[in-house]
């Protein structure tokens, strides 16, 4: 991709996008600089990464042709006043949870075009998916680089803006639930005897290969949960269970829950 990058935020996710771009050859180091709150993240990364970092703000953005917003939402408020003179003319990439482009547009009102993400923390080894929704159009060689940008990350999918909480609810905060499930699915396995170890090992070679299966033979969820369910059998004893608790109407109000939040959030 042709231009320097500017990463405002340099934690878990701006480390995600900047390994993933140099890995994929996207853009090479010498083009990319960090910036983070005076504490330090910004030096691990350069030093890890082989990318520049400042806390210079003007040395961060003069040459930025796109810039990567990627600090908290609530540290929004605590960015430059004059970010939106500093940003004039470029082009702006947020994974903000809950940011709408209308806010952002309010930080950034200089800037040629504004693009809102959401990304998932499976971003950090590739296999995450990211939703995009950009403020103007973007002409075929913007979009190409924003989606080579956020292919550092896995899969991309263009949606419009008003979808972004609903992804949120699913993707983004998607990992946690299955974390959870593991971790669940664990503890049922201590409860019947097993030592943690084995326990932990049995549980998330199961989600991954299950994953994995689910991706290989392009069939519903409920087909292959039938292809394991035979009568009388002990997965469909497990599975009434979960049926008995409602298992299917938890995670809906759990994806209904966070969408809930990222509109709260981004005050729609
Ligand atoms: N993690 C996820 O699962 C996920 C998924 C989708 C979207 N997101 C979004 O991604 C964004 C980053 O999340 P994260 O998990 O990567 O957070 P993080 O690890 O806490 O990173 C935040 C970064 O912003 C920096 N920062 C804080 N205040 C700043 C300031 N005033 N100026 C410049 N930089 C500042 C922090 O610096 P210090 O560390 O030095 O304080 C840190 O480098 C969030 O907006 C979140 O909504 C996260």
Redesign the pocket.
């Known amino acids: 991709m042709s231009g320097n990058l500017a990463f ?7 480390g995600a996008m900047v390994r993933g771009i140099l890995n994929k050859g996207i853009c090479e180091g010498h083009r990319i600089t960090c ?3 005076p ?4 030096e691990a990364l350069a030093r890890d990464t082989g990318i520049h970092c400042t806390y210079d703000w003007n040395t961060l953005l003069k040459n930025a042709t796109w810039v990567i917003l ?4 609530q ?1 929004l408020k ?2 430059p006043a004059d970010l939106g003179k500093l940003t004039a003319g470029k082009q702006i990439l947020s ?3 809950g940011t709408t482009l209308s806010r952002l547009k309010e930080v950034f009102p200089e800037s040629s075009n504004i693009i809102r993400c ?4 499976p971003g950090m080894i590739g296999m995450g998916i990211t939703g995009f929704s950009p403020l103007n159009e973007l002409d075929d060689e913007d979009e190409a680089q924003v989606r080579g940008m956020l292919g550092a990350l896995g899969e991309v999918i263009r949606l419009p803006e008003n979808s972004l909480d609903a992804v949120t609810g699913v993707s ?1 905060s998607g ?1 946690a639930y299955v974390f959870e499930f593991v971790a669940a699915l664990r503890d049922g396995g201590v409860e019947a005897g097993l030592d943690e170890e084995t326990a932990y090992k049995l549980a998330l070679k199961t989600v991954q290969g299950a994953a994995a299966l689910l991706k290989a033979v392009p069939e519903t969820p409920e087909t292959h949960r039938n292809w394991v369910s035979s009568p009388g059998g002990t997965t469909l004893a497990g599975l009434e269970v979960m049926g008995e608790a409602n298992f299917r109407e938890i995670i809906k109000k759990t994806v209904a829950a966070a969408t809930h939040r990222s509109k709260e959030l981004s005050g729609s």
């Open positions: 405002i935020g340099a934690g878990r996710m701006a910036t983070s709150a504490d330090g993240t910004a990627a600090c908290k939402p540290q605590e960015l994974i903000l949870a959401m990304p998932n923390t983004g990992p």
